[in-house]
């Protein structure tokens, strides 16, 4: 019974964390090795370590046969070189690419004894493009860019009512805009982002929950789509 208590007791204390944010945050510049996990409800924008070393174009000359399968589209590596295209937050891509030493290495510097539902994903997005609008329901969310450049947006949770379900150029006003260009972003939990891309970029996206959370936070990512 004492066991009992102590497991909802020590649930609710991680279920609760995942509802918080902080209404005054300041982005931190920062390197992962100086990381405190106290400030994790402030947004890092953050060096890529010194020891990652890839050539993502080689890479992507490597796969230009290899296909992905996007919503009800297919669309081939090769497509990008003749026509303005995405691929949007997929493992494939990203054990193609060969990208997961790096998110091993950069997730090194967040998980911890309880993390889980750990996942890595890459995405390569070309021309103008805004992503949709979006929300972290993970404990951590960590968003690199490893090859081109492009602005994300990034907005406190206590503006969601005012930039939910509405046109980007309504929500702007709203949001912090940083470069990711060779380095790579940490989103709180429960803020909300989208990506502005005029050219091309590839990126990598690394998300994970805690085995008290994981359950939690699914519900809420399905909740937030359907709102």
């Known amino acids: 019974m004492i066991i009992l208590i102590l497991f ?17 945050s300041n982005v931190i ?8 996990s106290n400030e994790l409800y402030n947004p890092h924008i953050l060096e890529h370590p010194i020891d990652i070393d890839i050539d993502i174009q080689k890479q992507i000359n490597s796969i230009i046969n290899n296909y992905y399968i996007v919503g009800d589209k297919l669309i081939r590596m090769d497509d990008f070189s003749k026509k303005k295209c995405n ?18 290495t950069i997730f090194e510097y967040f998980k911890n004894n ?10 390569i997005i070309k021309g103008d493009h805004y992503t949709t609008l979006d929300k972290n ?14 602005d994300i947006y990034i907005f406190n949770p206590k503006h969601e009512i005012d930039i939910k379900n509405k046109e980007f150029k309504n929500i702007k006003k709203w949001g912090i805009k940083i470069k990711l260009e060779n380095n790579l972003i940490y989103i709180p939990t429960n803020w909300l982002y989208t990506l502005c891309i005029q050219k091309e970029c590839t990126l990598y996206h690394i998300t994970s ?19």
Do not use: P
């Open 209 to 227: 929950d805690t085995y008290f959370t994981f359950i939690i936070n699914y519900i809420r990512g399905l909740i937030y789509m359907v709102r």
């Open 8 to 24: 909802i007791i020590i649930l609710y204390i991680h279920i609760s964390h995942t509802f918080k944010y902080n209404i005054s």
């Open 87 to 104: 691929i949007y937050k997929n493992e494939k891509l990203l054990i193609d690419l060969k990208l997961t030493n790096i998110c091993n």
């Open 137 to 150: 329901i993970n404990n951590i969310m960590l968003i690199g860019c490893i090859n081109g450049t492009c």
């Open 114 to 123: 309880i993390s889980f539902n750990t996942s890595y994903t890459a995405s």
């Open 29 to 36: 510049n920062s390197k992962l090795k100086n990381i405190i």
